[in-house]
Nanobody, 120 residues
Framework: QVQLVESGGGLVQAGGSLRLSCAAS????????MGWYRQAPGKQRELVAT???????NYADSVKGRFTISRDGAKNTVSLQMNSLKPEDTAVFYC??????????????WGQGTQVTVSS
């Protein structure tokens, strides 16, 4: 079994900051690309940021310059530092990781989601 557990969501005023964290655990052989997605009410899930094992990052245009994704390879964790938050950032944020398990099967895994609410 492999699971992703997120933490760090909450309520913040516009202009504020939050930090999300996600830890992968279980029968893991290796963790490949990791990332964060979000889904606002009535909208489709969208990519926020991704990071490769080598540290190459990719961001949605809407968060460039405000959000920073990072990972700790030794701990199998990924974090998202969110600054200058806007009301339109309000969404459920999901951690995603492509993980190779001990049977050497590679699959995408999702966390349970954490709510981020930005008040104006």
């Amino acid at each position: 079994q492999v699971q992703l557990v997120e933490s760090g969501g909450g309520l913040v005023q516009a202009g504020g900051s939050l930090r999300l964290s996600c830890a992968a655990s279980g029968r893991i052989y290796s963790v490949n690309d990791m990332g964060w997605y979000r889904q606002a009410p009535g909208k489709q899930r969208e990519l926020v940021a991704t990071i490769t094992r080598g540290g190459i990052t990719n961001y949605a245009d809407s968060v460039k310059g405000r959000f920073t994704i990072s990972r700790d390879g030794a701990k199998n964790t990924v974090s998202l530092q969110m600054n200058s938050l806007k009301p339109e950032d309000t969404a459920v944020f999901y951690c995603n990781a492509k993980i190779t398990d001990l049977t050497l099967r590679t699959s995408p895994y999702w966390g349970q989601g954490t709510q981020v609410t930005v008040s104006s």
